[in-house]
């Protein structure tokens, strides 16, 4: 590089590979001043550390790319994460490669950074601390997977299993039918039986954790249906509560709010965006579906969902029931930040004093 480029002039563009990455720098007048190929590791990216300290990193969101940001960070970088699926220019090009992705998340980030949709990395304590959910999460997939396949097995030799739940199956069926209706069967029912142990391992550990790293889990597993798999997994995932400027704009972010595509007079009724974390999202819909089943206790979360279940239509249950997860995402960070006990019934009883 030439000694008369300033260091905070230069933009990087790299585009993360699993094994090897690719590097463009841009100087200030947005010429190519050199192309890098290197591997995607720590030593591998030591020298280029060394030569820009101080400049302009942009990345695409991936695997690597939490280490990488807080790797470039440490070192005095500044750091833009991209999301790739929200720049067309990047997903849908016709001539994509490595060294034109890392070309153009350079430009893009050195014209405005806002049209790369930067990502917020979690830090590394609390993303090892995920990873506790992560593999539980992974382990009740195992085991239903495992279920379903002894269920269907045994469906087809004409008989049907009992229903129970996942805790107790692999004791209930030995019960009903023994462990030898076909080979294999054993084997199947002892690795459920494992995997139910392991589970109920892990969950010991993520209360352990909670007590002792994460005491505001408790406050929030105050509102019924929200356990304390949920309450980690929504602190963890959200991590600091402050970086929202309302509590309503947590919905958008766990991807709750419907995507929207208004043009003119039109404004059609779409489904969710599903961005932000799937398995944060489906803990909240299993959650508001007990809030809205037979044993969820009255509450003013329970109230709004009943009254969207009867305004009818096909699929009015499904939308009330992530409308109420929407709500409790908005509800649990709105307890976070103010520390506040939980009232079940705190907006009917205003509307009641209103009233009177």
């Known amino acids: 590089m030439k ?83 929200q720049v067309r220019l990047i997903s849908e090009s016709q001539r994509k490669s490595d060294r034109f992705d890392a070309e153009m998340l350079a430009r893009l980030g050195r014209l405005d950074p806002s049209l790369l949709s930067p990502v917020h990395h979690r830090g590394e304590e609390t993303q090892k601390d995920r990873a506790l959910l992560q593999a539980r999460d992974g382990l009740v997939r195992c085991r ?54 392991d589970i109920h391992d892990l969950d010991g550990e993520v209360e352990r954790l909670s007590k002792q790293r994460y005491p505001e889990v408790a406050g929030l597993q105050q509102v019924p249906g929200v356990g304390p798999i949920t309450a980690l997994s929504f602190v963890l995932t959200v991590e600091d509560p402050g970086r929202f400027a309302t509590s309503r704009t947590v919905g958008a972010y766990l991807g709750l709010c419907p995507r929207q595509h208004s043009s003119g007079d039109q404004e059609p009724q779409l489904r969710i965006t599903k961005c932000g974390d799937p398995s944060l999202r489906r803990y909240l819909v299993q959650a508001s579906q007990y809030i809205l089943g037979p044993f969820g206790p009255d509450c003013d979360l329970k109230r709004f969902g009943l009254r969207l279940c009867e305004r009818g239509g096909k699929n009015a249950k499904k939308r009330a029931t992530v409308a109420v997860a929407r709500k409790l995402a908005v509800l649990l960070h709105h307890l976070w930040l103010t520390g506040e006990v939980y009232d079940p019934l705190i907006n009917a009883d205003r509307a009641a004093r209103r009233a009177a």
């Not at 094994?19 to 947005?30: H, I, N, T, W």
């Not at 890098?36 to 991936?62: D, H, N, S």
């Not at 030799?157 to 023994?178: I, Q, Y």
């Open 144 to 197: 239903t997977l495992l279920i379903n396949q002894t269920r269907g097995l045994a469906k087809s030799l004409g008989v049907r299993l009992p229903s129970c739940s996942a805790d107790v199956f692999h004791r209930r069926v030995r019960e009903a039918v023994g462990d030898d209706l076909f080979p294999g069967m054993a084997t199947l029912l002892n690795t459920v039986g494992q995997h139910t142990a």
């Open 3 to 85: 000694g008369s480029i300033k260091q905070m002039d230069v933009t990087i563009g790299l585009d993360l590979g699993d094994k090897r990455s690719q590097a463009v720098v841009l100087d200030a007048e947005g010429e190519v001043v050199e192309e890098r190929k290197m591997a995607t590791t720590k030593v591998a990216l030591g020298p280029m550390l060394e030569q820009y300290a101080g400049c302009l990193v942009v990345m695409e969101v991936g695997t690597h790319s939490p280490w990488v940001s807080r790797l470039f960070k440490e070192r005095g970088f500044r750091v833009i994460t991209a999301n790739p699926r």
